[in-house]
């Protein structure tokens, strides 16, 4: 568990910042999912230098505040004009958030609850996989290709699903959204699931939300140390700003700070599932982080997550006192933490971004550190049509892992950080070509070295070929094409070979 006094500390300044709320408050707006193809080509926006405001680390970000950042990029089109591909993307963002930009416009216009899209794909998963679990203390599954999923997981040969989303408001200050998947597969049979669903209203600069929602925290690629959508999507109540705010007074050098909360429970059936070990039911989940944007080119967030009681494992009044300073009891620990501090840094053709984090403490300092370097080089091409994502990251034998907690960080059988694991190293290469009409081409390599001080541990080399094809004014075509190797397949001198297959078209309205 983490000491963060400082973090609490410097939470509790920053909750008490002036902030400088805009004279008009924008109108309560659903959030873009997370999996959502329009944060890519925020980020090229961004990397490119038409998106002049960075933005930060929690996602996701409201419709109104991505619409903010699209009529910065066409402001900033009109002087310095951008590539055809570049500019199909801003585009598809003006059409797609079209309600929104009609009332930064001076024209309202409400959004009313629709029809946005609709999913249907098709998947082969073939080869010695496609499930496989993690070592001693993580009890928890994992398989090539299936990050990034919501915690869905893919049977064996065909996967059939299709997703729907209705969002929209059903008043000014009220919006709703609804994203049912209907899947099947001969391993889990049909399933029909509500993946994420809430609704959202607000008060002056907080927004309150409540129900089931994916959320990112941090500035990883191929995953995020503490909280991602690699897992289900918890169900929780939220309370954050309703977008950045200036910050005035003698903090104005901060200039613009964000900040976000949330609680929820994890599963039931965490005491069945620990085996001969122990665990607690319905343990909540409470997550609090606040990002600071001092300049233009630089942002960087502080977070605290914290695993914390569940049935039979209740905090009495000096518990509670212990884990608000993060103080660890050593004996009788009812709490897990992870925290610590991600950013990103912006220059000219590069950006630099990392996450540092710890799951333990000692001498009141965090240790157990794991860490992610990356760097994002949008413009390989002079027009940035090509551009190329490095990334390594490493966790210790530490992470993921509790005395009390025998599940460990997990929920729903998924780890809720990076399903790369405990005691686990991943490097990743990605380069991506971008073309007309919002098509695009790329290739990727990652090597993950999983439970290194293990003998037989497994390494994963994983290679995939993705791609997307507009085929229609609304109508897209998306693939994925990959192999992955398995060395020491679960934990044995065996080695598995993996191949994947994904084709999905997805109408937008």
């Not at 680390?57 to 055809?84: H, T």
């Not at 959508?229 to 918890?234: E, G, N, Q, V, Y």
């Not at 599963?267 to 319905?282: I, K, Q």
Request: hydrophobic share 35%.
């Amino acid at each position: 568990m983490v000491r963060v006094n400082r973090f609490v500390a410097f939470l509790g300044i920053a909750l008490g910042l002036p902030v400088m709320a805009l004279a008009t408050a924008p109108a309560t707006t659903v959030n873009v999912s997370v999996d959502s193809v329009y944060y890519s080509y925020l980020d090229k926006l961004s990397g490119m230098g038409y998106v002049q405001s960075l933005p930060n680390g929690a996602r996701p970000y409201s419709r109104m505040q991505m619409a903010k950042w699209v009529v910065e990029a066409q402001r900033v089109a009109q002087e310095r004009p951008m590539p055809a591909y570049l500019a199909d993307e801003l585009q598809a963002l003006a059409v797609y958030l079209a309600p929104e930009l009609a009332t930064l416009d001076g024209r309202a216009e409400q959004d009313g609850l629709r029809l946005r899209s609709v999913t249907v794909s098709a998947a082969a998963y073939g080869g010695d996989g496609p499930e496989y679990r993690y070592g001693n203390g993580v009890r928890a599954k994992w398989q090539p290709f299936g990050a990034h999923q919501n915690g869905y997981r893919y049977g064996g040969d065909g996967n059939f699903a299709t997703s729907v989303e209705v969002s929209g408001n059903i008043g000014h200050e009220t919006a709703i959204s609804l994203r049912p998947r209907f899947s099947y597969d001969k391993d889990h049979e049909f399933s029909a699931t509500l993946e994420e669903g809430y609704i959202k209203t607000r008060s002056g600069i907080w927004a309150f939300e409540a129900g089931k929602e994916a959320l990112v925290w941090g500035q990883g690629t191929t995953g995020t140390l503490a909280l991602g959508d690699s897992t289900k999507p918890l169900t929780t109540v939220q309370a954050h700003f309703v977008e950045p705010q200036h910050v005035g007074g003698f903090f104005r050098f901060l200039r613009e700070a964000d900040v976000h909360f949330f609680y929820g429970r994890l599963e039931g059936n965490r005491a069945e599932t620990a085996g001969n070990y122990s665990d607690f039911d319905h343990p909540g989940l409470f997550g609090a982080r606040i990002d600071i944007t001092p300049t233009k080119y630089f942002t960087f967030g502080l977070e605290r997550i914290s695993m914390i009681g569940g049935d039979h494992n209740g905090l009495d009044r000096s518990d509670w006192g212990h884990w608000f300073t993060g103080r660890n009891s050593y004996h009788d620990d009812k709490w897990d933490d992870i925290a610590g501090m991600d950013f990103r840094l912006r220059l000219p053709g590069v950006q630099f971004y990392g996450e540092v984090y710890g799951e333990d403490q000692a001498g009141g300092l965090p240790s157990d550190l794991a860490y992610r370097a990356g760097v994002y080089f949008p413009q390989l091409s002079r027009d940035g049509a090509w551009d190329m994502t490095m990334e390594v990251a490493n966790t210790n034998d530490s992470w993921y892992r509790h005395s009390r907690y025998h599940n460990g960080w997990t929920y729903d059988e998924t780890i809720l950080g990076d399903t790369m694991g405990s005691d686990a190293r991943k490097y990743y290469v990605g380069i991506k070509h971008h073309l007309a009409q919002e098509s695009e081409l790329g290739l990727y390599a990652m090597r993950t070295e999983m439970d290194r001080s293990t003998s037989n541990h497994p390494v994963v080399d994983e290679i995939g070929v993705t791609g997307q094809k507009r085929i229609h004014n609304n109508l897209y075509l998306d693939g994925v094409l990959g192999a992955a190797k398995v060395e020491h397949a679960r934990y044995t001198d065996a080695a598995d070979h993996d191949y994947f297959a994904m084709a999905s078209l997805r109408w937008m309205y």
